[in-house]
């Protein structure tokens, strides 16, 4: 049974430059969520994807924003990378009908901005 | 605004003795509270959950919390640490939007 995975595992970009960040969820599993977990933090929730919409948004710039695609995968783009956005971006699966259901995490990818 | 704290940023415990690794919560409503950990350079485990019903909930790996609703509590413990359980431990609450809100972490350090 196939966990959830992400793509790259690290990325190096440059202040100002934009970068798409790649998840396929757990095998059965139709939401998304997308967390950035700076170093010596707790994850923090971005925003939540199902049925190839936006249903749920944390605390974060439109810089940052999202996709859904039919088979369920998902992508998170940031423009205008700062360096404050170098983290520990973590995509997770769960179930919508599943209201409390866990979620499934990824394991993650590292974003360094220069 | 639902929030989870994790008071110690830190637990230090030898192999074989029992472990708590504390989190206290602020929830309106029923809360919905959740315990991953996270090993290096890795994405998190789920442990356990409480929705309701047993103040005592039985998890993955020998792990399990008690729910303090008095306290606002919702410890983690284990009987006997393992080397092997040194890691960063999250508690986390489920939100009205289906996120999870997470506390800022305890290191677990079990010394052999």
């Known amino acids: 049974d196939a966990g959830v995975t992400q793509s790259p595992t690290h990325l190096i970009k440059t202040r100002g430059q934009q970068v798409t960040l790649r998840c396929s969820p757990k095998?059965?599993?139709?939401?998304v969520s997308w967390y950035q977990q700076a170093l010596g933090q707790g994850p923090q929730f971005i925003f939540q994807?199902?049925?190839?919409?936006?249903?749920q948004r944390g605390n974060f710039p439109d810089r940052f924003s999202g996709h859904q695609f039919p088979n369920y995968s998902s992508e998170l783009n940031v423009n205008a990378l700062l360096l404050g956005d170098s983290a520990l971006y973590l995509c997770a699966s769960s179930l919508a009908e599943g209201y409390v259901d866990e979620q499934y995490f990824g394991p993650g990818t590292r974003l360094t901005v220069t | 605004a639902q929030s989870v704290a994790q008071p110690e940023d830190q637990v230090n415990v030898a192999e074989g003795n029992p472990l708590t690794v504390k989190c206290t919560y602020s929830v309106s409503g029923n809360p919905y509270l959740f315990w991953y950990v996270q090993y290096p350079n890795r994405g998190l485990q789920f442990l356990l959950k409480?929705?309701?019903?047993?103040?005592l909930v039985k998890g993955s790996y020998g792990f399990e919390a008690e729910f303090n609703k008095s306290q606002t509590s919702f410890h983690l413990k284990k009987p006997s640490a393992l080397v092997s359980d040194s890691a960063l431990y999250f508690c986390a609450v489920f939100t009205g939007r289906r996120a999870l809100t997470f506390g800022s972490g305890t290191r677990l350090q079990v010394q052999p």
């Open positions: 994807y199902y049925e190839e919409e936006e249903r």
């Open positions: 409480y929705i309701t019903g047993d103040n």
């Open positions: 095998s059965g599993h139709d939401t």
